[in-house]
């Protein structure tokens, strides 16, 4: 079974999603749940059918509080999820913290956000929840910063960094490094199932918000974190590559997310501003801008039909 930790009154569990992680996963695990602040931190681990050694790699770590479900087929990443978030309600957690297989937490990372969590609470504040700052691994000076909806799309503020407050109210960021509020994601219906990859955060976090479910950034709880296949510099920002077939997913999730949620003038800008230009980008610095585009072009029929994946 999987256990629960209190820590403060607080319930804890942390889940990874894995799949072929066998490299990274022991570092993800060891970084971020044995800071010795903390008490032994519940850790369930829902791999999705890995072909390699992950599941030993992670039984060597000899954690005493953990729970391995081995899924015959891959699931997809929002499925898994919603397996943990169900764990966590069995078990009457409160805060579920998600971690990517290939992310490395820096010294106090979950220890920053459940400090933040008791000084949030005690003004009063709705959480839904709250995520690390997030660097990308192979440029550590580059943060994947969080976003803002403007009510047509999400877009990001580099400034935050430069703010003196520690915590900000944010509306998205990434799944990994972010700890939710079990109760929230409940009242929600949890992560979109049909997502197999890719938008998942997104469109989660903008759910959260139209529940009046605040979302907050904590700038020194540090993470890094291999985002993408290929990461370059390009006109002094971080451009993230991918697989070409993860073109398909999310550019569908994407088109459906934002149909859903808002308009199809949202839909349509979305089009025009970030897949035209994802589309450029990849022609010209990409590693295979044909099979990627090929995919991109494909599933903007799809997504406008309402599809997703």
């Known amino acids: 079974m999987a256990y629960v930790v209190k820590l403060n009154n607080i319930k804890i569990l942390a889940l990874i999603v894995s799949y072929n992680g066998q490299e990274t996963i022991c570092s993800a695990l060891d970084s971020c749940l044995t800071d010795e602040r903390l008490p032994e ?5 829902i791999d999705n059918a890995s072909t390699d050694n992950t599941i030993a790699a ?21 499925t898994a999820y919603n397996i943990g978030l169900k764990k966590a309600q069995e078990l009457k957690a409160q805060w579920l913290f998600l971690l990517d297989q290939d992310s490395t937490c820096l010294h106090c990372c979950l220890n920053h956000l459940l400090e933040e969590i008791d000084i949030l609470e005690q003004q009063g504040k709705r959480i839904g929840a709250i995520s690390a700052c997030v660097h990308s691994w192979y440029f550590p000076n580059y943060i994947h910063f969080p976003y803002y909806w403007t009510g047509k799309s999400l877009i990001t503020n580099q400034k935050i960094q430069n703010s003196a407050t520690k915590t ?37 976090h903008l759910r959260l918000h139209q529940a ?17 296949n290929i990461q370059k510099i390009i006109n002094n920002n971080l451009w993230i590559e991918y697989e070409p077939y993860y073109y398909y997913y999310m550019t ?3 088109l459906e997310g934002l149909r859903s949620l ?32 090929y995919f991109i072009i494909k599933t903007i029929l799809h997504g406008l039909l309402g599809k997703s994946g």
């Open 252 to 254: 569908l999730n994407m």
């Open 168 to 204: 900000i109210a944010i509306h998205s960021s990434l799944n990994s490094g972010t700890l939710y509020n079990v109760k929230a994601l409940s009242e929600i219906g949890g992560f979109k199932d049909d997502y197999l990859i890719d938008f998942i955060d997104h469109e989660c």
């Open 262 to 293: 808002e308009s199809k003038t949202t839909t349509a800008n979305f089009i025009k501003r970030e897949i035209l230009k994802q589309i450029k980008y990849l022609w010209k610095y990409g590693k295979h801008p044909v099979k990627s585009n």
């Open 212 to 228: 009046h479910w605040e979302m907050w950034w904590h700038k020194h709880a540090i993470m890094y974190h291999r985002l993408g």
């Open 41 to 45: 931190i519940s850790t369930l681990i």
């Open 58 to 78: 992670v039984k060597s770590l000899e954690f005493k509080q953990l729970e391995i479900i081995s899924m015959p087929s891959n699931i997809g990443i929002a």
